[in-house]
């Protein structure tokens, strides 16, 4: 057995790395050292903390689930059929990644407020979209949502289209195909867009803010409390919130690990 040699050139590039995770660790590992345990268990005590975690956490993953049920079938139209103006559907389904978020949430205000006939509908039966828990989803869903059918799409574009065919031709519907074959094929992909999708709902600010700056998320309470008191007062619901993402994302990653094991 012979042991990899490092080029030189490989040496540069790994200093340089080494740099980039520097600069991602360092803010972190600074304000993390820079926050006291007594400090984190009172911000934890404190029910405008905790009731906007609860929110967060809730929310983002209220939006994945609901938009999962109709992002999923659409990526697995986009991974296998051919129709016109595909390359633009795929365009357009990226611009919420693209577009500041504070014109995005300006963008929802238009076909969600008072007025509109999507805001008057959601009155009608009780659902209120501005400075409302549904106009918290739809601003966190807007920006996260491409995140879930690009994964989607790339996951099923992977699965053996022979596959399919052959449970077609055995007389297997359109339908049962694609819950019994593709999805479950595919479903490493769907999970790993569905915790991106999470994550960038629960980081949101920019469109929330604009949306529904009450009740207020964590990412906006965080902003209120610096600008209200500054760096000492937000720094540990950051660390906090931080923490609690953190430990739900370790938790999913293990449980998803677990299934491949169990699958291999």
């Known amino acids: 057995m012979t042991r990899k040699r490092f080029e030189p050139v490989h040496l540069i590039f790994m200093g340089l790395g ?3 995770l520097l600069f991602i660790v360092a803010p972190l590992l600074g304000m993390l050292l820079s926050t006291t345990g007594g400090q984190l268990a009172e911000t934890a005590r404190d029910p405008e903390v ?3 975690v609860r929110l967060t956490l809730l929310a983002s993953m209220g939006a994945t689930l609901i938009f999962a049920v109709v992002s999923v079938p659409f990526a697995y139209i986009l991974a296998r059929k051919r129709f016109p103006l595909k390359q633009l559907v795929n365009g357009i389904i990226d611009l919420p990644i693209v577009i500041p978020h504070s ?3 300006i963008a929802l205000l238009g076909i969600i407020s008072r007025g509109t006939l999507i805001g008057d509908l959601g009155e009608r039966v009780g659902v209120r979209f501005v400075g409302g828990y549904a106009g918290i ?3 966190m869903a807007f920006v996260s949502v491409p995140f879930l059918i690009n994964a989607a799409r790339d996951g099923f574009a992977a699965v053996p289209e022979q596959l399919e065919k052959a449970a077609l031709n055995l007389g297997a519907s359109p339908l049962r195909v694609f819950l019994t ?3 479950p094929m595919a479903w490493r992909s769907i ?3 569905s915790i991106l999708m999470w994550a960038r709902g ?3 600010f920019g469109a929330v803010l604009v949306v529904a700056y009450h009740p207020m998320i964590t990412p906006v309470l965080i ?3 610096f600008g209200a008191f500054g760096l000492k007062y937000a720094r540990p619901v950051a660390v906090l919130f931080i923490g609690v993402c953190l430990a739900f994302f370790v938790v999913l990653r293990v449980v998803a690990g677990g299934r491949r094991h169990a699958e291999g």
């Open 191 to 193: 999970l790993s867009g």
């Open 202 to 204: 629960m980081s949101e």
């Open 50 to 52: 905790a009731g906007s």
């Open 137 to 139: 989803m739809a601003a």
């Open 181 to 183: 074959i593709s999805v």
């Open 223 to 225: 902003y209120e409390r």
């Open 18 to 20: 080494g740099l980039v």
């Open 103 to 105: 014109a995005a949430g």
